[in-house]
């Protein structure tokens, strides 16, 4: 969760640009791409709040909350302007994290309480923005949502341009065109990504590199482990998140 306090700057998630206002609000989630394109010439101040996804599940073991991070796509929904938002409340919690005590015990509990207040916010304004565009969504954002979806129930199986272009009887520019419009990234460039997601948290969880790589739909695990490397830092033997 990222606030922006003062400055002039924008962001960029997964090809899509928002231009940031005081009070502006960006929600990100594992795996999108995110960059601050700052102008240094104003002085620049934000808060960032990080969290693991799981912290939620003792009292929302539904993730009801983790909607607005999870139920969208790529680089789509993740801004929202100060009059989207309860931005003072908002910012009220994030300051209370920031002075919470130092005893390890009242600290967790005010940050906690405090993130869930906020994640209840987000989710708030997220629900009202959904209802207020029904049926704005275009044919082709309304395809790519499509494509997603068949990825994600698919991504240990086959997967390629040519099987994506034959079910959707699209061409395969046309495609990866509508694609990268909604997502910000091409066809491939995704499967990939949420393939080494896949993988990596099939490592986290216990299994091992090998059996993570043939479980998410990598056919070379030379490949595989270079990918892994780059993207996450680690080899895939290693468990570091």
Sequence with gaps: IFYFISGRASYLVEGTVSKLIPG???????????KIIIDEDVPYERMA?????????????????????????LGVGNFFSPNDIRIGHIYECLKSIDSSPNEPEMRRIAI???????????????????????????PSQSLSNEIISYINANLSGELSLDLLSERFFISKNHLNR????????TVWEYI???RLILAR???L?????????????????????????????????????
Excluded: W
Aim: glycine share 6%.
């Design 112 to 138: 906690t309480s405090n993130l869930f207040a906020i994640l209840y916010e987000i989710k708030h304004a997220f629900d009202e923005r959904s209802r207020n565009q029904e049926g704005q969504v275009n």
């Design 24 to 34: 502006s609000i960006m929600i990100m989630r594992s795996g999108e791409f995110h």
């Design 178 to 185: 509508i694609f990268k419009a909604s997502t910000g990234v």
């Design 205 to 241: 969880s216990g299994s091992s590199a090998i059996s993570a790589c043939q479980n998410s739909g990598f056919n070379d695990y030379s490949a595989f482990y270079r990918a892994y490397k780059e993207r996450f830092g680690v080899s895939p033997k290693k468990k570091k998140k």
């Design 192 to 194: 990939k990504l949420k």
């Design 49 to 73: 709040l990080h969290f693991d996804s799981d912290l939620s599940f003792p009292i929302d073991n539904e993730k009801r909350l983790l909607t607005p991070f999870e139920n969208r796509a």
């Design 201 to 203: 948290n099939s490592i």
